[in-house]
């Protein structure tokens, strides 16, 4: 029988936590309190110690988080974001629809991160954060994007949707700026079963804020301080966060081990993806490069190996935003046209990575 790997299976990476996840739900129920309740807090409290921060606030999903945290700075009107030129959409949503003005930054072209060395060159009177994203799980280059932040008076947030569990210099991501943003998304290396979110930040003005943004603008019920949103990160969402938090760190070491043999195995004809020192990386994704993709793809896909491609199009080229860009971005470019990433998923065992690269190696 034909062997078949998925990219991703979600059913088998929760089966492990099947049984918890049925008590924490059942648990829900029984409590009676549905919104912001002692799941919530409880979530708050344990990835707040994890993180090794002192706030964390839940709310509804990855997108919020930066969308709330980007409003609660109180930035002036035309406030210019500075942002890697090669992520994920959402993190150039987040800025628009908190009303402010993306401006790209091309990524390094063998981390994919953003290039601090680009960021002088974009600075004007009106830039007044950076929002780095640590993509695919690699640690941005926080010691010259703090310095960079700190010569030109910037605000650092970082968007760790695809970073939980990865480290610079032994702290963890989404600790190092005025906050980090958390997506739970199911397929997320913490995910949930649905959408869910995170703030966390050592700043206790700005968390009591967000407290309030996420729920009405409310701290306390029914007196409103701000103009809210209703952005709560959900009782059993946060139930089901609380069963898998403390398996963490055991879900990203495989993830690691699976990519030290891709790493170790996979001929040097492909471009291997390359981490900054003093950098853990979380391996949210494993992706590699080469200029075959298509081929490379469907051929994986006959031999039953799923793989996806993370991502076709870089944002300055979708449709509903290229009005918002006028330069071109060769770099993002060439990444979005040559990424593929092969399955990295914890259900996935160290076999069948082997069966994988020995795949990918007799491509030709
Ligand atoms: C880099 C990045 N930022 C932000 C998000 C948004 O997260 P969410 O889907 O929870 O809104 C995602 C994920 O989906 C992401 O990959």
């Known amino acids: 029988m034909r062997h078949v790997i998925p990219y991703e299976d979600l059913k088998k990476v929760n089966s492990k936590f099947e049984e918890e996840i049925n008590g924490a739900i059942q648990s829900v129920i029984d409590s009676g309190w549905y919104i912001l309740g002692s799941q ?5 409290n344990d990835f707040a110690k994890y993180l090794n921060v002192k706030n964390c606030i839940g709310v509804a999903n990855g997108l919020d988080a930066m969308i709330l945290t980007l409003k ?14 090669n992520t994920y959409i959402a993190t150039i949503l987040a800025i628009v629809q908190a009303g402010f003005k993306p401006i790209l930054i091309e990524p390094d072209v063998s981390t994919y991160n953003i290039d601090p060395t680009l960021i002088d060159q974009k600075i004007s009177s009106y830039t007044k954060v950076i929002l780095v994203v640590h993509l695919y ?20 947030v970082e968007d760790c949707a695809q970073s939980h569990g990865a480290k610079y210099q032994e702290q963890h991501m989404g600790t190092f700026g005025i906050a980090g ?12 079963l649905g959408d869910g979110g995170a703030i966390a930040t050592n700043d206790d003005i700005l968390a009591i804020k967000l407290r309030a943004l996420r729920n009405y603008g409310s ?5 409103n301080n701000f103009i809210g949103y209703n952005s709560r990160l959900d ?28 790493l170790s195995k ?18 949210h994704i494993f992706a590699i490069r080469t200029n075959h993709r298509s081929e490379l793809q469907k051929y994986l896909q006959n031999q039953g190996i799923g793989t996806e491609i993370h991502y076709p199009l870089p944002p300055h080229k979708q ?37 994988i690269c020995d795949v990918i190696n007799e491509f030709e």
């Open 40 to 44: 919530v807090e409880r979530f708050e």
């Open 72 to 85: 609660a700075l109180d930035l002036p009107p035309h406030s210019e974001i500075l942002v890697p030129s």
């Open 137 to 156: 799980g690699n640690p941005c280059d926080m010691e010259a994007i703090l310095n960079e932040a700190k010569k030109h008076q910037l605000y650092v």
């Open 181 to 192: 943003c958390f997506s739970f998304y199911p397929t997320k290396n913490l995910g949930g």
């Open 219 to 223: 701290n306390k019920k029914y007196y």
């Open 235 to 262: 009782e059993i969402q946060a139930a089901i966060l609380n069963v898998k938090l403390p398996y963490l760190d055991s879900l990203v070491s495989h993830k690691n081990r699976i990519a030290q043999l891709y």
């Open 266 to 283: 996979i001929s040097d004809t492909y471009i291997k993806p390359q981490t900054s020192e003093n950098s853990y990386h979380a391996y």
């Open 319 to 355: 449709i509903g935003y290229q009005h918002l860009f006028s330069e071109n971005y060769p770099i993002s470019e060439v990444i979005h046209e040559t990424i593929l990433s092969l399955p990295c998923s914890t259900a996935i065992e160290l076999k069948d990575v082997m069966y």
